[in-house]
């Protein structure tokens, strides 16, 4: 299996407060990629990253920031969060963008009250 | 119209049955094409890649059909643990960056 950790596993916090995910892998591989997956949705991408200090938004990038600072690294941050973003979110990795396969991580769980 | 869809199933089988399930994308320049395995509250994991040759397995077959835009995984003989969450995922690497995730679909294979 893919190096990839993912902290906190569980979290319950409140609405209108600050949340910070954090992805880290031990592959050295160049792209990291956020996720959630909720009910009938799929996984959606957040935003991704194409290297250090190289972030992008992905689809549903509003109410979320990322952050970069070192290869193995990749920080999801709820400014404030809300009810609508309780989800499941996975941080993916691959060597290149679209052909290569991603590896995901085991998923945090977050619950906005 | 949703980019990538899939039957959500679920899908109940007998051990021992062959299920295919099918997924549909819409944007014809999507270059790479994968199916993904997700287990009840874990991760999704590459199962297999979709060529467009087709491609076998052991028991997995996965046939892409460009002309028509759809994808589709066939499972013979199967097993109690092929139970589980089937994504179909499809990547288009020259539209800027853009992997879609179908929502999935739900096999439940019973003794």
């Known amino acids: 299996d893919a190096g990839i950790t993912q902290s906190p596993r569980h979290k319950v916090t409140e609405t209108g407060t600050p949340v910070t995910l954090r992805c880290h892998q031990t592959e050295n591989h160049r792209y990291m990629y956020w996720y959630r997956q909720d009910p009938g949705h799929g996984l959606r991408l957040i935003h991704y990253?194409?290297?250090?200090?190289?972030?992008d938004k992905g689809e549903v990038s509003d109410g979320y920031s990322v952050s970069r600072s070192k290869t193995e690294d990749f920080l999801l941050t709820l400014e404030s969060a809300t009810s609508s973003q309780t989800s499941v979110y996975f941080c993916?990795?691959?060597?290149?963008?679209?052909?290569?396969?991603?590896?995901f991580g085991p998923g945090t769980r977050l619950l906005v009250l | 119209r949703k980019e990538v869809e899939q039957d959500p199933g679920p899908f109940n089988v007998p051990e021992g049955a062959t299920v295919a399930f099918n997924c549909t994308y819409s944007n014809s320049a999507s270059q790479s094409f994968f199916w993904y395995r997700q287990d009840c509250r874990k991760e999704p994991k590459l199962l297999m890649s979709?060529?467009?040759s087709g491609n076998e397995d052991g028991r997995f077959t996965a046939q892409l059909n460009r002309a028509s835009q759809y994808i589709s995984l066939l499972i013979r003989d199967s097993k109690l643990s092929d139970s589980a969450t089937y994504l179909c995922v499809v990547s288009d690497q020259y539209e800027g960056f853009k992997t879609i995730f179908g929502a999935g679909t739900r096999l439940f294979v019973k003794a």
């Open positions: 979709v060529y467009s």
């Open positions: 993916a990795i691959s060597e290149e963008a679209g052909e290569e396969t991603q590896y």
């Open positions: 990253s194409y290297g250090v200090k190289d972030t």
